[in-house]
């Protein structure tokens, strides 16, 4: 699987969108990107992915560029709930679908 | 429907004992995976279990070892406990290999190792 690279932390304004990037350079065709956050002392909760397409759900916007080599996730109306570790993970969908390598991820911060 | 159900949620052992911790997926996923994290380490993941069967392994001593049961419940072990295997030992399922690939984590067992 693709290795990927996030900010180690970033901040944002309760109210504002939160835009988070995360480069891959290296994805493979079959690769999707997911996004995952851990809020602490929980299990990781699963936000959205994609593979060429823009797509939204109602957590999320994903944004993949149009060579795939990064995308950025946004957070529309941040709250303090999101105040979270988040993770972009890439990976294909086959028979090591489980097998997630996770990076260290981006400690968001929502202040007041 | 219930999420996916770790057990025990905290644990204490010492060096050298071995402890079994358990999984129990969301109701219909086949597949199950252990992950163990750690401040140094992050998320790393052990094992992946599907229909009984390990599908995948990740870079961990033939201490951790796991199981699946044939209604999807999974146990994990690790003997011989070491100081460094104090972490947060995460479960996730999910429908199937080839699904949307969706994982739903469990709250996780935290091991403390004296």
């Known amino acids: 699987d693709a290795k990927t690279t996030q900010p180690t932390s970033m901040d944002c304004a309760e109210g504002r969108a939160a835009n988070l990037p995360c480069n891959h350079s290296?994805?493979?065709?079959?690769?999707?990107v997911y996004w995952y956050r851990q809020i602490h002392s929980q299990g990781p909760q699963y936000i959205i992915h994609g593979l060429k397409n823009n797509e939204t759900n109602e957590m999320a916007s994903l944004i993949i560029t149009e060579d795939r080599k990064s995308s950025t996730l946004i957070l529309p109306h941040a709250t303090l709930r999101d105040t979270a570790v988040y993770y972009c993970?890439?990976?294909?969908?086959?028979?090591?679908?489980?097998?997630?390598?996770f990076g260290s991820g981006t400690r968001l911060s929502i202040r007041p | 429907k219930a999420g996916v159900t770790q057990t025990p949620r905290y644990l204490i052992k010492t060096r050298g004992q071995q402890v079994t911790l358990s999984c129990s997926p969301i109701?219909?996923?086949?597949?199950v995976s252990w992950y163990q994290q750690t401040p140094g380490q992050g998320l790393q993941f052990l094992f992946e279990y599907f229909s009984e069967t390990q599908r995948n392994k990740g870079n961990f001593p033939g201490r951790f070892s796991g199981r699946q049961f044939s209604n999807s419940r999974s146990e994990m072990n690790v003997s011989t406990l070491e100081l460094g295997d104090s972490a947060l030992y995460l479960c996730a399922s999910s429908l199937a290999l080839d699904g949307t690939g969706e994982l739903f984590f469990g709250e996780g067992s935290r091991l403390t190792v004296l």
């Open positions: 109701s219909g996923h086949r597949s």
């Open positions: 993970i890439v990976r294909v969908l086959d028979s090591s679908a489980s097998k997630i390598i």
């Open positions: 290296t994805i493979s065709g079959n690769e999707y």
